[in-house]
T-cell receptor
Framework: DGGITQSPKYLFRKEGQNVTLSCEQN?????MYWYRQDPGQGLRLIYYSQIVNDFQKGDIAEGYSVSREKKESFPLTVTSAQKNPTAFYLC?????????????FGQGTRLTVV | GNSVTQMEGPVTLSEEAFLTINCTYT??????LFWYVQYPGEGLQLLLK?????DKGSNKGFEATYRKETTSFHLEKGSVQVSDSAVYFCARYTGNQFYFGTGTSLTVIP
């Protein structure tokens, strides 16, 4: 079945450590996105990528980094520079711009800093 | 700007009540509009969408009409069920990005 897979579902990190969240899709979508979700704040865009080897910062990119070496994969690294990393992280992908564009979401990764 | 404003929650309704969740967007161009639903601990799922003015999206008894004149895309359902309890997000797509509202939590009680 086609879909978008995030792993792990739950992740615990000690303060000062970097951690990488995985996002893989087999939908053959060009565009991929990372969002952060905090209670009462909806979804905020961290980074997005329209094609392989290219990505752009979203509204809250500070303290995060990404790579897009393959079309299927868009991993997000939460660095120690991120002041408040505890949150629910959602990855999404979408087909090319057009009438049928919509965002397909993974199940999310809940990151907790301990 | 490219913003989406939706009704704040939480909303609590009795089963079979009528639901309206308001959503408005800033009018820059002709964006595609969406309603997504999120169940606890899960990602977002597309509920319905509309791509041009006067289009009506519908799914599972939910409806929303793209109103260009009022820049709105309000979500409605005539008779809610307990299983509709979730968080609902309004969204627009413009300039290769999706913009989401802050979400409205709905609880339906038997």
């Amino acid at each position: 079945d086609g879909g978008i897979t995030q792993s792990p579902k739950y992740l615990f990190r000690k303060e000062g450590q970097n951690v990488t969240l995985s996002c893989e899709q087999n939908l053959n979508h060009d565009a991929m996105y990372w969002y952060r979700q905090d209670p009462g704040q909806g979804l905020r865009l961290i980074y997005y990528s329209q094609i392989v080897n290219d990505f752009q910062k979203g509204d809250i990119a500070e303290g995060y980094s990404v790579s897009r070496e393959k079309k299927e994969s868009f991993p997000l690294t939460v660095t120690s520079a991120q002041k408040n990393p505890t949150a629910f992280y959602l990855c999404a992908s979408s087909p090319p711009t057009g009438m049928n564009t919509e965002a397909f979401f993974g199940q999310g990764t809940r990151l907790t800093v301990v | 700007g490219n913003s989406v404003t939706q009704m704040e929650g939480p909303v609590t309704l009795s089963e079979e009540a009528f639901l309206t969740i308001n959503c408005t967007y800033t009018a820059t161009g002709y964006p595609s509009l969406f309603w997504y639903v999120q169940y606890p601990g899960e990602g977002l799922q597309l509920l319905l969408k509309a791509t041009k003015a006067d289009d009506k999206g519908s799914n599972k008894g939910f409806e929303a009409t793209y109103r260009k004149e009022t820049t709105s895309f309000h979500l409605e359902k005539g008779s809610v069920q307990v299983s509709d309890s979730a968080v609902y997000f309004c969204a627009r797509y413009t300039g290769n990005q999706f913009y989401f509202g802050t979400g409205t939590s709905l609880t339906v009680i038997p």
